[in-house]
C-alpha cells in the first residue's frame, strides 16, 4: 500500500491544483484553485477551450474594459471549476478577488455572482466552496454567505484567533497554511526545525483539538506544504490539500499512516474555550506577529497572482477584440 492510499483511509485527501490531468492521476475528494494555478493551466494547449468558452461568455454581455476583463476571469474560473467537479467526487473551491479582502460587503457580491455562474451551468451550490481570506472582513462575510448556503473556505490562515472567529461564524472549512507558518519560523531562527517540532503542523493539531472537543462542525484542512513529513504528522485531519509534487511522493513510497489526529485525543486537550467579538479577535491575532506577517504577506501575494491574472486576460480579450 502506498502512503497515499493509506492516508486516504484517514484524511479526506485535496488536491492542490489547477491541473486537471493531475487530478486523474492522484483521484483526490476534493479539489482547490486559486489564480496562480489557473494562469498556469489556461496557457496548456489543453485548456485552450475552456479559454475561448469564457471568452464567448464574457463578449456576449457586452462589456468593456475592466469589467470586461472580470467576467472573463469569473468565468474562467467557473469553466475550470467545472471540468474539475467532473473528476473529482466532491467539491471545488473558486476564490474571490483578494483586493475584496477588506470589504464585507463586495465580497458577499461576488460569492452570490460565482455562485450563480455554477448553478446556471447546473453545478449545485454544495459541491462549491467560495474561498476568502481569513480577515475580520472576510469572516464576516462567510458568516452572512453560509446563512444563504454558500459554504465557505477560508484561506490565509495563521493564528489561533482566525481559527476561532471562522469556527464562531460557522464557516464549512478553514485552510490553516502550514508551510508558511514553518517557513516564518525557519528564516528566524535560521536553522532546519526538527519534524516533531514543526511549527505548522503544532498550529493546525491545536485548532483541530479546539474544534473537536467543543464540537464546532467547521472542518480543518491543512495546506501549503513543504514536506511529506508535514502530511503525515496531520494524518486524521479532516482534510489536506496536497500539490501533484507531494501527492505523487507519497504515492511511490509504500507503507501504513497511523492517524496523528483523532478525537478522543481532542476530547482530551487542555485548550480553554474563548468567545471573540471584533476587538478582542483583532487584539489576540496581533499578539501573533507571526500570523500579521504572514495574512498581510499572503493577501499580498494572492493580490499580485490575481493581477498576473488579469494582465493575462486582458492580453486574451485584445486579442479576440482585434480578430473581429
Known amino acids: 500500500m502506498s502512503l497515499l492510499d493509506s492516508l486516504k483511509r484517514v484524511t479526506t485527501v485535496v488536491a492542490d491544483t489547477g491541473d486537471i490531468e493531475a487530478m486523474r492521476q492522484f483521484r483526490p475528494q476534493d479539489a482547490t484553485t486559486n489564480p496562480s494555478l489557473l494562469l498556469k493551466a489556461a496557457q496548456q494547449p489543453a485548456y485552450r477551450p475552456l479559454v475561448e468558452a469564457a471568452l464567448a461568455d464574457a463578449d456576449r454581455l457586452g462589456l468593456a474594459g475592466a469589467r470586461r476583463t472580470e467576467a472573463f476571469m469569473d468565468r474562467l474560473a467557473v469553466n475550470f471549476g467545472r471540468e474539475i467537479l467532473k473528476i473529482v467526487p466532491g467539491r471545488v473551491s473558486t476564490e474571490v478577488d483578494a483586493r475584496l479582502s477588506f470589504d464585507t460587503v463586495a465580497t458577499i457580491a461576488k460569492a452570490r455572482e460565482l455562485i450563480a455562474l455554477y448553478e446556471q451551468a447546473g453545478i449545485a451550490r454544495e459541491r462549491i466552496l467560495i474561498k476568502v481570506g481569513s480577515t475580520w472582513e472576510g469572516i464576516r ?9 454558500i459554504h465557505c473556505n477560508l484561506t490565509l490562515l495563521f493564528s489561533f484567533a482566525q481559527a476561532v472567529a471562522c469556527a464562531e461564524a460557522g464557516v464549512t472549512l478553514i485552510s490553516p497554511f502550514v508551510g508558511r507558518i514553518y517557513d516564518y ?30 464540537g464546532y462542525q467547521t472542518q480543518v484542512m491543512g495546506a501549503s506544504f513543504r514536506r511529506v513529513e508535514q502530511i503525515t504528522g496531520l494524518a486524521g485531519c479532516d482534510l489536506l490539500t496536497i500539490s501533484p509534487d507531494l501527492l505523487d511522493a507519497l504515492q511511490k513510497t509504500d507503507g501504513e499512516i497511523v ?7 481532542a476530547r482530551a486537550s487542555t485548550e480553554a474555550k474563548i468567545t471573540l467579538d471584533e476587538k478582542s479577535y483583532r487584539f489576540l491575532h496581533n499578539q501573533d506577529a507571526m500570523a500579521v506577517e504572514k495574512l ?12 498576473k491574472l488579469a494582465q493575462w486576460a486582458m492580453s486574451r480579450v485584445a486579442d479576440t477584440a482585434a480578430r473581429k
Open 296 to 307: 498581510s504577506d499572503g493577501i499580498r501575494r494572492f493580490y499580485e497572482d490575481g493581477r
Open 185 to 214: 519560523y525557519h528564516k528566524e531562527r535560521g536553522a532546519e526545525i526538527p519534524t516533531d517540532q514543526d511549527p505548522g503542523v503544532e498550529s493546525v493539531t491545536r485548532i483541530y483539538h479546539y474544534y473537536k472537543k467543543y
Open 259 to 265: 492517524p496523528r489526529l483523532t478525537v478522543d485525543a
Open 141 to 149: 462575510a462567510a458568516a452572512d454567505l453560509e446563512r444563504e448556503g
